[in-house]
């Protein structure tokens, strides 16, 4: 796992880390589960702290991002619209062109083969996006 470079102050990781403990409830629990099983299934993840307190998990791009609510954790991920999802784990924001996300309620578990395949699955994307990218920014301009 690597974290975004901190000029000063804690770490991301510092900061997810504080952020799971101050939930001190299932909260807590489930996004601890679920940011392991992120870092296994990409141990190059990187943990990023967003928008005044958002966990944020990227490669090549952002992958999903670990809310918390009174009733739910969500994870929504940047593309999931355009993963597959044969488990039907993606239970919320399915109106949405491009994210979509899982919402887990106290007592709910999911399925970690599942969840870890979406993770792999979004790596592979940004991983495609990015290699496209390279390519158009290599390519010899046109001739004027």
């Known amino acids: 796992m690597k974290t975004t470079d901190a000029s ?25 589960r679920m940011r392991n099983l992120i870092l296994e299934a990409d141990p190059d993840a ?20 670990g809310e918390s609510y009174k009733a739910v954790v969500k994870l929504t991920f940047a593309k999931g619209a355009a993963l597959q999802d044969p488990d039907h784990l993606f239970n919320s924001s399915l109106e949405g062109n491009v994210r979509r996300a899982i919402d887990i ?16 699955q979004a790596v592979a994307l940004n991983s495609a996006g990015k290699a496209k990218r390279s390519k158009k920014a290599k390519a010899p301009d046109a001739p004027v």
Not at 46 to 65: A, R
């Open 8 to 32: 000063q102050g804690p770490s991301a990781s510092e900061l997810i880390a504080k952020r799971i403990a101050e939930l001190g409830d299932w909260r807590g629990e489930t996004l601890s």
């Open 46 to 65: 990187v943990e990023e702290w967003k928008w005044m307190g958002t966990p944020v998990w990227s490669h090549d791009g952002i992958l999903c991002t």
């Open 105 to 120: 309620r106290a007592g709910e578990t999911i399925d970690a083969s599942a969840f870890k395949a979406l993770i792999l």
